[in-house]
């Protein structure tokens, strides 16, 4: 509306300097020459306000609406009102910025804005005192120049990860320990989220330390109980009620064996910091020999079947493996019943090698796939106590295979079964060749 105004100011304005230019000449004589100085007077006008409109929007100085002077003057108060809009909006984001950053700031973890190419783009106060940067130094430099440190480099260079990676902090003494996670951020950027776990890695570690020596404490004691009762049992005086007590004890004890023993080795899982070993491990051959001693048990499912490429083995520690395939095969044995199936695949893909369990079983509920890791955690604890067990054997699995690089999924549905899937990384596959089958 205003450039309509304009327009049709400056025309009428124009038309009535003609006008009179065109009288004066037709009075005067010359009517070009007078033709040609009002237009010479239009234009030096319209140069005039141009360039008085052109130094003030350059300059920024506040103007009024009167120093626009004839049809100019609507110019300049729009464009006064569009520079007072705007001037408001950009306090409003200062202040919001403002809040923003001292928000930040007051979290406990660090924040780091990276981009593409690994470069700081904005950190907050926690961000630079647990990784020892400084912001106004800091930012614009490539982050894993300023951090020297193997574990923190690797998690950059991992780029997006489901789960946060631990590393030991920066600094003398490195007695604090860091979790990050990097999430996808804005266009071609990643946030860095940095948190101060050392509270919980050493409650974890006391934690560890007394399962360790509990259970350590714990196995002479059992020792000369399951051997009393051992005696009592073989002890033909023994009176004839004694003798289901007894053998409730001993049945109770070696459970109580068991699970200590489970519990070390646990223990030795969470608590080693060396890599496992690069021995060979014929996995073909342990899983043969496995599949041939479940045969044997008089309690199993009708059906036991393995398919194993007789070729595929694995760098890695044979007791941590062996566990890990005991412990899904007896579990899948279980809980199927004696008319149900139980089939095992030891193969590879381009991915790596996968160790898969199949089984007919009484299946897992959805809302307790994530739990059944954990440490003494049962599905259905009636059950589970009826068909033995510790509670500790998925925990020893997620832990060994943790510790060989791999991953464990699940896929369950109740009264139909269940299946466990363990993948190991192509870095630790040896060599694959043709299918062997060994069933029923």
Request: proline share 5%.
């Amino acid at each position: 509306m205003v450039v309509v105004s304009v327009a049709a100011g400056l025309a009428w304005r124009l038309s009535l300097l003609l006008a009179l230019s065109l009288l004066a000449g037709v009075i005067l004589g010359g009517v070009v020459w007078w033709l040609l100085a009002a237009a010479a007077v239009a234009l030096a006008y319209m140069l005039y306000n141009i360039r008085a409109l052109e130094d003030w929007l350059r300059t920024g100085k506040r103007r009024s609406a009167a120093s626009g002077t004839g049809v100019w003057a609507p110019f300049y108060s729009d464009i006064l009102q569009l520079k007072q809009r705007a001037r408001r909006r950009k306090k409003r984001f200062h202040r919001l910025l403002r809040e923003v950053r001292e928000s930040t700031d007051a979290m406990h973890d660090g924040g780091v804005i990276l981009n593409a190419d690994d470069e700081i783009v904005w950190m907050n106060e926690a961000a630079a005192r647990l990784l020892g940067l400084d912001p106004s130094r800091d930012c614009g430099q490539i982050v894993t120049n300023l951090v020297r440190d193997p574990a923190f480099a690797a998690c950059i260079a991992a780029g997006v990860t489901r789960e946060p990676v631990k590393i030991a902090g920066p600094g003398p003494g490195r007695d604090t320990h860091l979790s990050l996670q990097l999430i996808p951020y804005g266009s071609g950027q990643n946030l860095l989220i940095v948190q101060d776990v050392s509270r919980q890695v050493r409650l974890e570690q006391m934690r560890r330390d007394f399962v360790a020596n509990a259970s350590h404490e714990l196995r002479t004691p059992l020792t000369v109980v399951a051997g009393y009762l051992e005696s009592l049992d073989d002890d033909p005086a023994i009176p004839p009620g004694w003798a289901a007590p007894v053998g409730e004890m001993r049945r109770q004890v070696r459970r109580m064996n068991a699970i200590v023993a489970d519990l070390m080795q646990l223990s030795r899982l969470e608590s080693a910091e060396t890599p496992p070993g690069d021995a060979v491990v014929d996995v073909p051959r342990m899983l043969t020999a496995m599949h041939r001693e479940l045969l044997d048990r008089d309690r199993r499912p009708a059906t036991i079947t393995l398919d194993a490429e007789p070729e595929l083995r694995l760098h890695g520690e044979e007791q941590e493996l062996h566990s890990i395939f005991t412990n899904l095969l007896n579990n899948a044995v279980r809980f199927t019943g004696e008319d149900g199936t139980v089939r095992c695949r030891w193969e590879r893909d381009t991915d790596g090698a996968w160790f898969i369990v199949e089984d007919t079983g009484i299946g897992i509920p959805d809302e307790a796939i994530p739990r059944i890791t954990e440490r003494f955690f049962r599905v259905d604890g009636g059950r589970a106590r009826e068909v033995g067990g510790t509670g500790l054997g998925l925990a020893i699995v997620k832990h060994a295979l943790h510790r060989h690089g791999g991953e464990l999924f699940v896929e369950s549905e109740v009264g139909k079964g269940s299946t466990f899937r363990c993948h190991f990384p192509t870095a630790r596959v040896v060599r694959a060749a043709g299918p062997i089958r060994l069933d029923t």
